[in-house]
């Protein structure tokens, strides 16, 4: 069965500071990989998604996340934060283009002054 | 990028009652899915809508609770049922064109049982 796991449900991090948000998934065939991130009383954005197409994918606001089959992993990265980045992070897998989507449990994203 | 409307966005309601939730897309799309966030949770898949027919349930989830209908490819409702303050979250309503599309998310309904 698919499924993500995201390490860590809250990371801080100093504005201006890289960020690094980890996730691994389980599936016995490529997935589809992908990257919401969800504001405070807000519903979901996606921020970037992995078909297949090229192992680094860039997505809005300045973040990218890297597909390393090898590893089973698809973190999510931003070289320097902002204040405006804190919010909810969850990475998802699919099984196919229109298939049900299988969301990892979140990682919430602090940023220090 | 497809934009949904969800209705109401949120509401109080009395245990027993139900309620249902209203998803309105502005292009025909392929495959409509709901969802439920409790609080501080991640999102978990309720259904699948299907258009035409019954919905597919996820494990844990039933018709009887969670009554869903899909009359056309742009709109799709889910009721939830008999509720009790367990059934408290925000309701989701996603959606997908397929062919390598995302799914888009309408705002949610948050929902508050009392």
């Known amino acids: 069965a698919q499924s993500v796991t995201q390490l860590g449900s809250h990371v801080s991090v100093s504005e201006g500071a890289l960020v690094l948000l980890r996730c691994n998934y389980s599936s016995s065939v490529p997935p589809y990989l992908f990257w919401y991130v969800q504001y405070p009383n807000q519903g979901l954005q996606l921020l970037l998604k992995y078909t297949s197409a090229a192992t680094l994918v860039k997505g809005i606001n300045g973040f990218e996340a890297e597909f390393k089959k090898s590893e089973t992993s698809f973190h999510l990265t931003k070289p320097s934060a902002h204040m405006s980045d804190a919010a909810e992070y969850f990475c998802?897998?699919?099984?196919?283009?229109?298939?049900?989507?299988?969301f990892g449990s979140g990682t919430r994203l602090s940023i220090r002054p | 990028s497809a934009v949904i409307s969800q209705k109401p966005s949120r509401d109080i309601c009395q245990r027993g009652t139900s309620l249902t939730i209203q998803c309105q897309v502005d292009s025909q799309v392929t495959m409509m899915f709901w969802y439920r966030q409790q609080p501080g949770q991640s999102l978990t898949l309720i259904a699948t809508?299907?258009?035409?027919?019954?919905?597919?349930?996820e494990s844990g989830f039933v018709i009887d609770k969670f009554p869903i209908s899909r009359p056309n490819l742009t709109f799709s409702t889910l009721t939830v049922s008999n509720m009790s303050p367990e059934d408290s979250s925000i309701y989701l309503c996603?959606?997908?064109?397929?062919?390598?599309?995302?799914?888009?998310f309408g705002q949610g309904t948050r929902l508050t049982v009392v």
């Open positions: 998802a897998v699919a099984y196919s283009s229109a298939s049900k989507i299988i």
């Open positions: 809508a299907n258009q035409g027919s019954e919905a597919t349930y």
């Open positions: 996603s959606a997908d064109r397929g062919q390598n599309t995302e799914a888009f």
